[in-house]
């Protein structure tokens, strides 16, 4: 479904010369399942996941959504996900039907077809009483329920969600995450980003664990669990980060 | 391209906007409300300066109140003014300081200066006394030269002799106050309205119109003619109006519309939708585009139909300064030139709205692009400035100057000139909206962060972060700066190269041409190799080609190349007519007869440019423009800069051409060594046909007596020439990154259309 190998990306930082957000990175996610990337803030979750949505390109590396290429074939994935992040916000002065409806155009989804779909998506996400809100007005919990309706209104068989959790409270939070369970039982293939252990814990079928731009471990979570004799995620993620040498991946001379 | 795609997002984006109430307070409600505003205001002041009663004195003999029209009892005669005149009289003879000096007034030399002087000032305090504005004062005898003026032109013109010069009564004013200087003001214009009345009817009155006419043909305008100055004052004007508006219309949405977006993160959301970045640029671009026309359109018309309704009501007043109201011809070619002007301002605007990360940043950015296009708007208005072949190339200049000679009855005779003005505009706006589509696919324009800069840590960046070969900004700055160094050299050397073609040896030349090209070209584009980049060496493409045969080829080329330059030349001299560039051409060719030897010549003329200009503009420019990801593009770019460092027009036009060919052969060959033999090879054979020092006139012109062998050898050239290219066309060559992924991009493309 997701196959994600040796991806590498380099930015180059006025203070700090170049910097290393990916090193090589590689792993694959599969249908009907939820993979969990987990990393500490800055540990280069989000590049990948934006090189995943086309709106990033790798230094160097592939990567391939359902077969298309994310350099080559970026329309054709753009097709095939649904993409939130923090950084996908919606509009100030589009109302939440508005809003779903202009990006489901974008898609091509006939108007009939867009409709019945729209009114199935404000059922289940209950958004029918602020479908006419606009942006501006709406609280963090609706905006959320919004991008997710955006990113899933053309049916994408893939779903990337970028710290999808942040900021929202208890009720919502859990809202999302059952609503993001009930896409998995759809058949949908989800990458999940997260630095809460619990909803790894709870959500993911498997995880890979990312800090300065390389993944350190990766299998299912019972994997892991057998793997590092540790039954708790958090601190199999704790005892695996502070164990790495505090190496600072800045290597101005390699290419 | 998805048009329906386009059509959604700019309707999204018309609509975003049409909610927004401070874009919209900018571009429709605040001009809807300035110019009528203005215009009350002009008309209020207008009517205050009309209620506002000037009290003038009037110092002269009893006869000037029998002038004939000048006054209707205690005001001028209505027929010179509207305004509110009160007017106060005061006979010569009862002033004691001229009683005193009479003698001196009456005589025919008039006072001494001193006396005047003098007599002014106690003309002032009788003002103050009188509680007047200020004094119309007449001299002794005046009043009697105005009564009999139809007589005397009647005599003078039996007599044969030219028309008398009317007497001129003095305005003395102190000027210290707006009501003071308004009615010294006032004064001019009614003496000058009295001075053409009184012609008129001595004209009428005497059928003398063609000695009046002679005598005074500025004051004696037609109609017509003011009518012309009118015109040409408002098509000064609209121009100007239409691009600030133009600008301003477009300015604030693009910001919105870009930076805004990014602001509020709504940006990504878009990005990572399956529209194209050139969809989204296109959709936003004609939002940006709606907003740049519709506001210069209703700027223009609000304020036409203003001007027009203030000016016609305050006629009086307006023709003190000499403005009527708009012509509606100018303001119906404005309307037309809007739209070529709004794509152009739009895509500009939009690219740079796209460069800045915030809605503050993207502010910033306003003034730079007055400055550009302002200049651009004022430069037709100065004199001498007319629609012809130089002025046609230049962005925005052209169109103004389009709608100039449209107005001014100019056009048909000017015509071609504007297909050229059309060519450059549609290059110019295709141009700015690739600019803009780029930002849009440039990571880094797209995801910058703030940044702390200071200039130690950017110079720390530049030396650390260097890369094997130049960035497409280094070499555009390297460009930029051979260019500056260039015109300075060319300012200092500006004297000396008069002198050189006047009366130079062959040393001065040696010494002019090695500043100019080692100096001002070269040697900024070896140091930026060696500061800026890793590998100078694959910067300037020092290495051997891929193959050696291309060296060879490369001359063989430049010897094809030259029936072809020779033809160019010759026909740009036709069509491009300049005598002094044709002169200095003959005088630098003559220079080189006094060289010691051929190869002495051929040293300053062949070998010098071929390896310092190669250096320079197929090595570091080249190589950093390549980063573009598009050969074609950095070929181009790096000919513009070889043409530009030309300084005489002929050769900036074959350096441009040759520069394409020198680009291409650098990129097929991989090696600045084909390309300094090309430009050698070049030079050295001109030199040599031109100074008669080969037995070859044939291969450029038809020779007189000999065998008809110029046309035959000019298509072999052709013939050789596409095969030579046919065979580098086929050479491998090493691409950049950005080259590679441009392709692969396209590749895959071309076969999803398949």
Redesign the interface.
């Given at each position: 479904m997701i196959h994600v190998r040796d991806l590498t990306k380099y930015y180059?930082?006025?203070?700090r010369?170049?910097i290393v957000a990916l090193d090589g990175v590689s792993f694959h996610a599969m249908e009907g399942q939820i993979f969990g990337l987990l990393g500490p803030n800055g540990a280069g979750k989000t590049t990948a996941l934006?090189i995943l949505?086309?709106?990033?390109?790798p230094t160097s590396g592939t990567a391939t959504v359902n077969g298309y290429?994310v350099?080559?074939?970026?329309?054709q994935v753009?097709?095939q996900?649904g993409?939130v992040?923090?950084?996908?916000?919606?509009?100030?002065?589009?109302t939440a039907w508005e809003m779903v409806e202009?990006?489901g155009?974008?898609?091509?989804i006939g108007d009939e077809e867009l409709r019945a779909r729209m009114e199935s998506i404000f059922d289940r996400f209950q958004m029918n009483e602020f479908r006419d809100r606009l942006g501006a007005k709406m609280s963090t919990g609706m905006k959320q329920k919004v991008?997710i309706a955006?990113a899933i209104v053309h049916d994408p068989p893939v779903v990337i969600l970028d710290e999808a959790t942040v900021g929202l409270d208890v009720l919502v939070a859990r809202t999302m995450i059952d609503a993001v369970a009930e896409l998995r039982d759809h058949g949908k293939s989800i990458i999940y980003s997260t630095h809460i252990m619990r909803e790894a814990e709870k959500l993911c079928d498997r995880v890979a664990i990312i800090h300065h731009g390389r993944v350190f471990a990766h299998g299912t979570v019972d994997e892991l669990r057998d793997k590092y004799h540790q039954h708790d995620l958090e601190d199999i993620f704790f005892d695996l980060i502070s164990s790495q040498p505090p190496v600072e991946i800045q290597d101005?001379s390699a290419v | 391209m998805s048009w329906?795609?386009v059509r959604?997002?700019f309707l999204?984006e018309m609509?975003?906007q049409l909610?927004?109430r401070r874009t919209l307070f900018m571009i429709a409600v605040l001009p809807i409300l300035f110019y009528p505003l203005l215009g009350v205001s002009f008309f209020q002041i207008a009517q205050f300066l009309k209620k506002h009663e000037s009290r003038v004195l009037i110092v002269g003999e009893e006869s000037v109140k029998e002038i004939p029209g000048l006054f209707e009892g205690e005001t001028f005669s209505s027929n010179l003014t509207e305004q509110v005149v009160r007017v106060k009289f005061r006979e010569l003879e009862s002033l004691p300081f001229f009683r005193k000096y009479r003698d001196e007034f009456v005589s025919p030399d008039g006072p001494r200066p001193d006396v005047l002087t003098e007599f002014k000032n106690q003309l002032l305090m009788v003002m103050e006394e009188e509680d007047c504005h200020a004094v119309l004062y007449y001299p002794p005898g005046v009043a009697q030269k105005f009564t009999n003026y139809a007589v005397e032109l009647a005599e003078r013109r039996d007599a044969g002799q030219s028309a008398p010069p009317l007497p001129e009564p003095k305005i003395v004013s102190p000027m210290r106050t707006d009501a003071e200087s308004m009615t010294a003001g006032l004064l001019k214009h009614v003496v000058k309205k009295h001075d053409r009345a009184t012609k008129d009817s001595a004209a009428e009155q005497r059928e003398l119109d063609e000695l009046v006419r002679e005598a005074d043909p500025i004051v004696y305008r037609g109609e017509g003619s003011e009518r012309r100055i009118n015109t040409s004052l408002w098509s000064k004007i609209l121009p100007f109006v239409l691009m600030i508006w133009a600008v301003t219309g477009a300015f604030y949405p693009a910001v919105d519309l870009c930076a805004g977006e990014k602001e509020?993160?709504?940006l990504?959301?878009l990005?990572?939708?399956?529209?194209?970045r050139s969809e989204i640029v296109m959709g936003k671009l004609f939002t940006v585009m709606m907003f740049s026309i519709a506001t210069a359109m209703l700027n223009l018309t609000v304020m036409f139909g203003t001007g027009a309704i203030v000016l016609s009501q305050i006629e009086d007043l307006a023709k003190v300064a000499n403005v009527g109201p708009p012509p509606l011809a100018a303001f119906a070619w404005s309307l037309l030139l809007i739209v070529p002007v709004s794509v152009l301002v739009s895509a500009v605007c939009l690219a740079l709205a796209a460069l800045a990360k915030s809605t503050k940043e993207g502010q910033h950015y306003l003034a730079p692009v007055m400055l550009v296009a302002l200049p651009l708007t004022l430069l037709p208005m100065a004199p001498q400035v007319e629609l012809n072949f130089a002025f046609s190339l230049v962005p925005i200049s052209g169109i103004v100057l389009v709608m100039r000679s449209l107005l001014e009855g100019t056009f048909f005779e000017l015509w071609p000139y504007a297909i050229i003005v059309a060519v450059v505009t549609f290059f110019c706006c295709w141009w700015s909206i690739r600019w803009a589509v780029e930002q849009f696919n440039s990571?880094s324009v797209?995801?910058r962060e703030g940044?702390?800069?200071t200039l130690g840590?950017?110079l720390r960046?530049l030396a650390?972060?260097r890369q094997d070969t130049p960035s497409a900004a280094q070499a555009l700055l390297c460009g930029l700066v051979i260019l500056i160094v260039s015109f300075f050299l060319s300012v200092f050397l500006a004297k000396s190269f008069e002198e050189l073609l006047a009366r130079g040896t062959f040393a001065d030349l040696f010494k002019s041409a090695f500043i100019s090209i080692v100096v001002g070209v070269a040697l900024p584009a070896l140091l930026f190799s060696i500061m800026l980049t890793r590998s100078p060496r694959r910067t300037l493409q020092l290495g051997p080609p891929t193959k050696l045969l291309t060296i060879p080829v490369a001359a063989l080329l430049a010897l094809a190349a030259i029936p072809l330059s020779r033809l160019l030349l010759e026909g740009l001299q036709v069509v491009l007519p300049m005598t002094e560039a044709t002169a200095q051409l003959e005088q630098l060719a003559k220079l080189f007869d006094s060289a010691p030897n051929v190869l002495a010549a051929l040293g300053v003329i062949a070998l010098m440019p071929a390896v310092f200009e190669e250096l320079a503009f197929r090595g570091f420019i080249l190589s950093g423009f390549r980063h573009t990801g598009h050969k074609w593009r950095a070929i181009a770019l790096s000919s513009i800069f070889f043409a530009l460092a030309h300084s005489i027009v002929y050769q900036e036009i074959n350096a441009l051409l040759l520069g394409l060919i020198l680009g291409y052969l650098a990129i097929q060959t991989g090696s600045i060594w084909p390309c300094m033999t090309f430009h050698f090879v070049f030079n050295a054979s001109q030199y040599l046909l031109f100074t008669n020092q080969l037995p070859l006139r044939h291969y450029v012109e038809e020779v007189r007596g000999e065998p008809a062998l110029y046309v035959p050898i000019l298509l072999a050239s052709v013939a050789l020439g596409a095969l030579l290219f046919f065979y580098l066309q086929r050479l491998p060559y090493r691409r950049t990154r950005e080259e590679d992924?441009v392709e692969?991009?396209q590749?895959?493309n071309a076969h999803q259309l398949a």
């Amino acid at each position: 479904m997701i196959h994600v190998r040796d991806l590498t990306k380099y930015y180059t930082d006025l203070e700090r010369g170049r910097i290393v957000a990916l090193d090589g990175v590689s792993f694959h996610a599969m249908e009907g399942q939820i993979f969990g990337l987990l990393g500490p803030n800055g540990a280069g979750k989000t590049t990948a996941l934006r090189i995943l949505s086309t709106v990033l390109q790798p230094t160097s590396g592939t990567a391939t959504v359902n077969g298309y290429d994310v350099v080559t074939q970026a329309e054709q994935v753009r097709h095939q996900i649904g993409f939130v992040s923090a950084n996908t916000a919606v509009y100030d002065r589009m109302t939440a039907w508005e809003m779903v409806e202009y990006f489901g155009r974008l898609f091509g989804i006939g108007d009939e077809e867009l409709r019945a779909r729209m009114e199935s998506i404000f059922d289940r996400f209950q958004m029918n009483e602020f479908r006419d809100r606009l942006g501006a007005k709406m609280s963090t919990g609706m905006k959320q329920k919004v991008s997710i309706a955006r990113a899933i209104v053309h049916d994408p068989p893939v779903v990337i969600l970028d710290e999808a959790t942040v900021g929202l409270d208890v009720l919502v939070a859990r809202t999302m995450i059952d609503a993001v369970a009930e896409l998995r039982d759809h058949g949908k293939s989800i990458i999940y980003s997260t630095h809460i252990m619990r909803e790894a814990e709870k959500l993911c079928d498997r995880v890979a664990i990312i800090h300065h731009g390389r993944v350190f471990a990766h299998g299912t979570v019972d994997e892991l669990r057998d793997k590092y004799h540790q039954h708790d995620l958090e601190d199999i993620f704790f005892d695996l980060i502070s164990s790495q040498p505090p190496v600072e991946i800045q290597d101005a001379s390699a290419v | 391209m998805s048009w329906p795609n386009v059509r959604l997002i700019f309707l999204r984006e018309m609509r975003d906007q049409l909610r927004d109430r401070r874009t919209l307070f900018m571009i429709a409600v605040l001009p809807i409300l300035f110019y009528p505003l203005l215009g009350v205001s002009f008309f209020q002041i207008a009517q205050f300066l009309k209620k506002h009663e000037s009290r003038v004195l009037i110092v002269g003999e009893e006869s000037v109140k029998e002038i004939p029209g000048l006054f209707e009892g205690e005001t001028f005669s209505s027929n010179l003014t509207e305004q509110v005149v009160r007017v106060k009289f005061r006979e010569l003879e009862s002033l004691p300081f001229f009683r005193k000096y009479r003698d001196e007034f009456v005589s025919p030399d008039g006072p001494r200066p001193d006396v005047l002087t003098e007599f002014k000032n106690q003309l002032l305090m009788v003002m103050e006394e009188e509680d007047c504005h200020a004094v119309l004062y007449y001299p002794p005898g005046v009043a009697q030269k105005f009564t009999n003026y139809a007589v005397e032109l009647a005599e003078r013109r039996d007599a044969g002799q030219s028309a008398p010069p009317l007497p001129e009564p003095k305005i003395v004013s102190p000027m210290r106050t707006d009501a003071e200087s308004m009615t010294a003001g006032l004064l001019k214009h009614v003496v000058k309205k009295h001075d053409r009345a009184t012609k008129d009817s001595a004209a009428e009155q005497r059928e003398l119109d063609e000695l009046v006419r002679e005598a005074d043909p500025i004051v004696y305008r037609g109609e017509g003619s003011e009518r012309r100055i009118n015109t040409s004052l408002w098509s000064k004007i609209l121009p100007f109006v239409l691009m600030i508006w133009a600008v301003t219309g477009a300015f604030y949405p693009a910001v919105d519309l870009c930076a805004g977006e990014k602001e509020r993160g709504t940006l990504e959301t878009l990005l990572s939708s399956p529209a194209r970045r050139s969809e989204i640029v296109m959709g936003k671009l004609f939002t940006v585009m709606m907003f740049s026309i519709a506001t210069a359109m209703l700027n223009l018309t609000v304020m036409f139909g203003t001007g027009a309704i203030v000016l016609s009501q305050i006629e009086d007043l307006a023709k003190v300064a000499n403005v009527g109201p708009p012509p509606l011809a100018a303001f119906a070619w404005s309307l037309l030139l809007i739209v070529p002007v709004s794509v152009l301002v739009s895509a500009v605007c939009l690219a740079l709205a796209a460069l800045a990360k915030s809605t503050k940043e993207g502010q910033h950015y306003l003034a730079p692009v007055m400055l550009v296009a302002l200049p651009l708007t004022l430069l037709p208005m100065a004199p001498q400035v007319e629609l012809n072949f130089a002025f046609s190339l230049v962005p925005i200049s052209g169109i103004v100057l389009v709608m100039r000679s449209l107005l001014e009855g100019t056009f048909f005779e000017l015509w071609p000139y504007a297909i050229i003005v059309a060519v450059v505009t549609f290059f110019c706006c295709w141009w700015s909206i690739r600019w803009a589509v780029e930002q849009f696919n440039s990571e880094s324009v797209l995801f910058r962060e703030g940044e702390r800069w200071t200039l130690g840590t950017w110079l720390r960046h530049l030396a650390r972060d260097r890369q094997d070969t130049p960035s497409a900004a280094q070499a555009l700055l390297c460009g930029l700066v051979i260019l500056i160094v260039s015109f300075f050299l060319s300012v200092f050397l500006a004297k000396s190269f008069e002198e050189l073609l006047a009366r130079g040896t062959f040393a001065d030349l040696f010494k002019s041409a090695f500043i100019s090209i080692v100096v001002g070209v070269a040697l900024p584009a070896l140091l930026f190799s060696i500061m800026l980049t890793r590998s100078p060496r694959r910067t300037l493409q020092l290495g051997p080609p891929t193959k050696l045969l291309t060296i060879p080829v490369a001359a063989l080329l430049a010897l094809a190349a030259i029936p072809l330059s020779r033809l160019l030349l010759e026909g740009l001299q036709v069509v491009l007519p300049m005598t002094e560039a044709t002169a200095q051409l003959e005088q630098l060719a003559k220079l080189f007869d006094s060289a010691p030897n051929v190869l002495a010549a051929l040293g300053v003329i062949a070998l010098m440019p071929a390896v310092f200009e190669e250096l320079a503009f197929r090595g570091f420019i080249l190589s950093g423009f390549r980063h573009t990801g598009h050969k074609w593009r950095a070929i181009a770019l790096s000919s513009i800069f070889f043409a530009l460092a030309h300084s005489i027009v002929y050769q900036e036009i074959n350096a441009l051409l040759l520069g394409l060919i020198l680009g291409y052969l650098a990129i097929q060959t991989g090696s600045i060594w084909p390309c300094m033999t090309f430009h050698f090879v070049f030079n050295a054979s001109q030199y040599l046909l031109f100074t008669n020092q080969l037995p070859l006139r044939h291969y450029v012109e038809e020779v007189r007596g000999e065998p008809a062998l110029y046309v035959p050898i000019l298509l072999a050239s052709v013939a050789l020439g596409a095969l030579l290219f046919f065979y580098l066309q086929r050479l491998p060559y090493r691409r950049t990154r950005e080259e590679d992924l441009v392709e692969a991009i396209q590749r895959e493309n071309a076969h999803q259309l398949a």
